[in-house]
C-alpha cells in the first residue's frame, strides 16, 4: 500500500509490532508485579528505586494532551525503497548499542560506543543514502499552535513529575558535589543523553520507521529500542527482571516522548521532558 508519504507501508507489519510490543510492555508489568519487583531505579547513580507505575499517569495525561493538535502528513520520500536504506541500518546500531552496552567495562567505552553507533552510522548513512538521490526531511509546520502546542503537554508531565507525590526523590549529587563538576556533569550528560538520544531514536530512528509500520508501531518500536539499552547502565545482573523494568519505566516513557515527536515535528519538547529526566532531581537537591 502507498501512503503520502511516498512509500510502501506495511500495514501487516506495523500491527505485527504493535501487538508485539503491546505484548512486551504488558508482561513487563505482570513479571514484575507477579515478582513482587515494582521498585523501578529511576537513575544510574544509585539503587533507589520508585513505584514502577509512577511515571505511567505523567506519560499517559501528556499522551492525552498532545492530542490537541492533529497531525499531518511528512514531505514525500524520493522513492519506495528510499526509507528503508535508512530505517534498516539505524535500527541495527539501536540494536547493537543495547546489546553490546552491558559487555563494556564503563567509560570511556560507554561514551565511545555511543557517539560510534548513534552518531557515526547514522551520519555514513545519511551520506551514503544521499548520494543516491533520497534527500528527505521531517515535516515541520511553521502553525503556531505546532510551534507551541507541545508546551501544555510538557507542562503538564513537568509537574505531575516533579511537583506531586508522584516525583522522584531528589538527588543529594549537587550538594556533593564542586560546582565546575556539577555545570560540567548538567552540560555534557544534556549533549550526550538528551540531544544525542532523542535526535538518534525519535528523529532519526522512529521518523524512518513511521513511513514504513504507521505511527503507533513505530513509536513501540524506537520506545522499546531506547528502553533496552538502560539495562547496561540501571541492570541488576537479573536480565529478565532488567528488560522487565526498563520496558515499564524507560519504554513508558518513550511513548509520550514519541506521541510528542510524531505529532508536532518539534526537538524542543523532547529535549524539555528528557532533559528534566536527566538533571531535575539533582537541582531540587540542592
Not at 508489568?29 to 505511567?56: C, E, F, K, N
Not at 506519560?59 to 522513492?79: E, K, N, S, Y
Amino acid at each position: 500500500m502507498i501512503d503520502n508519504t511516498g512509500s510502501a507501508r506495511s500495514p501487516r507489519a506495523g500491527m505485527l509490532v504493535l501487538v508485539t510490543g503491546g505484548i512486551l510492555l504488558t508482561a513487563a508489568a505482570v513479571w514484575l508485579t507477579v515478582q513482587g519487583d515494582t521498585g523501578i531505579r529511576y537513575s544510574a547513580d544509585h539503587h533507589d528505586t520508585v513505584p514502577m507505575w509512577a511515571g505511567w499517569i505523567p506519560a499517559l495525561v501528556g499522551i492525552m494532551l498532545v492530542r490537541l493538535v492533529p497531525p499531518a502528513a511528512d514531505q514525500p520520500w524520493p522513492d519506495r525503497v528510499a526509507p528503508y536504506r535508512e530505517a534498516v541500518p539505524l535500527l541495527l546500531a539501536g540494536v547493537a548499542f543495547a546489546v553490546t552496552l552491558p559487555l563494556l567495562g564503563g567509560e570511556p567505552a560507554y561514551t565511545l560506543l555511543k557517539v560510534a553507533l548513534l552518531l557515526g552510522v547514522p551520519l555514513g548513512v545519511f551520506l551514503w543514502s544521499r548520494r543516491r538521490g533520497a534527500r528527505w526531511h521531517p515535516w515541520r509546520p511553521v502553525d503556531a499552535a505546532y510551534r507551541y502546542g507541545p508546551a501544555l503537554p510538557v507542562l503538564a508531565w513537568l509537574a505531575l513529575s516533579y511537583a506531586t507525590p508522584l516525583a522522584v526523590p531528589p538527588s543529594d549529587f549537587g550538594r556533593t558535589a564542586d560546582p565546575a563538576v556539577l555545570v560540567g556533569v548538567l552540560v555534557v550528560g544534556f549533549a550526550a543523553n538528551a540531544l544525542l538520544e532523542e535526535v538518534f531514536y525519535r528523529r532519526w530512528l522512529q521518523s524512518r520507521w513511521e513511513s514504513i509500520l504507521g505511527r503507533w508501531p513505530a513509536i513501540v518500536l524506537a520506545s522499546l529500542v531506547w528502553a533496552a539499552w538502560h539495562v547496561g547502565i540501571q541492570g541488576t545482573g537479573e536480565l529478565g527482571t532488567d528488560l522487565a523494568s526498563v520496558a515499564v519505566h524507560q519504554g513508558v516513557l518513550g511513548l509520550f516522548l514519541g506521541y510528542l515527536w510524531s505529532r508536532y515535528r518539534r526537538m524542543w519538547p523532547l529535549l524539555l521532558v528528557h532533559g528534566a529526566v536527566n538533571s531535575v532531581p539533582i537541582l531540587l537537591g540542592l
